[in-house]
């Protein structure tokens, strides 16, 4: 197995390496899993993906997450990013329910940080793309954490915020969420620094969901997150994908932002993720709120 680094040192692509084998060949695991903990995002080009295969891949690395209440492939480990109405075939309008979120992909997140319990992992494949547009861009939490003064590391290091999915659904639209996934989903308080226990590695965790700080006001906890979505995504830090047919990529949600760029209305696009779900082994134990703090 190779690695070849891609932008700025978080991302690396597999070669020599399939899905399958890392499906059926421990070593193999052992090895992509390494791969995992030290890039964050993983890049595999050229591969003959099935649902199943990729389920079979996921499973390696955890348990698998149920997509959430009414999403695509609802009840299934499939989340579903399409504009093609699955039952005429055709491409929905700009102001669908589809597309809408779609716009709201496209600001800066960490998948699941609204669940309980959030997301280790995400395997997106690419099914069909679009001629145009429709990039996946990357920034390393890690990178940002490591990048921050000391009195604000410190500030941070035991501070917790709140994550919400209908928060950052309302940027775009105000009825985006539905009262059934608001009540599938109420908000849920995190530490903002989820550390790394394979290499000790601190990163960052905020999305585009998060809307408070434990401690701070509203208008002053959403200068802050801001400044440090800003800190974390700034020029020259950041990784841009352009798809290919066959591309699978797998990233660490506790330690990238991600978000999914614009693409014509009348072009096709159908990505399918599986997402892998955080378990006390991957540091989840240090990041539930201290008794009060929620």
């Known amino acids: 197995m190779e690695l070849k680094r891609l932008g700025p040192g978080f991302v690396a692509e597999v070669r020599g390496a399939g899905l399958v084998d890392v499906a059926r060949d421990n070593a193999i695991y052992r090895l992509v899993r390494a791969a995992f903990e030290e890039h964050s995002v993983l890049v595999f080009r050229d591969r003959k993906i099935t649902d199943e295969l990729q389920v079979a891949f996921s499973r390696r690395f955890g348990p698998l997450e149920t997509a959430k209440a009414a999403s695509l492939g609802e009840g299934t480990p499939f989340s579903i990013l399409t504009n093609i109405d699955r039952a ?27 669940k309980v319990p959030p997301a ?13 547009g429709g990039e996946t861009e990357f920034a390393s939490l890690r990178g940002a954490w490591e990048r921050l003064a000391g009195p604000m590391q410190a500030r941070l290091a035991n501070a917790y915020a709140w994550h919400d999915y209908a928060h950052s659904r309302g940027k775009i639209a105000p009825h985006l969420a539905s009262d059934r996934e608001k009540t599938a989903l109420p908000p849920v308080c995190w530490r903002i620094r989820w550390r790394n226990p394979v290499n000790g590695r601190d990163a960052l965790y905020i999305a585009s969901h998060t809307y408070a700080i434990e401690g701070m006001r509203r208008d002053e906890a959403q200068a802050l997150l801001g400044d440090l979505i800003g800190h974390a995504t700034a020029r020259g830090q950041t990784y841009l994908h352009r798809w290919q047919a066959g591309d699978v990529i797998m990233w ?5 932002l991600h978000r999914g760029r614009p693409w014509p209305d009348n072009e096709p696009r159908h990505m399918v993720r599986t997402t892998i779900t955080a378990t006390d082994a991957d540091g989840l134990a240090e990041m539930w709120p201290v008794q009060g703090a929620a």
């Open 88 to 114: 005429t075939g055709t491409l929905v309008p700009p102001d669908h329910k589809e597309a809408l979120r779609a716009r709201a992909n496209q600001l800066w997140h960490t998948d699941s940080c609204f």
């Open 120 to 132: 280790l992992a995400s395997v997106l494949s690419a099914r069909v793309i679009p001629r145009t």
């Open 252 to 256: 660490d949600n506790r330690a990238v």
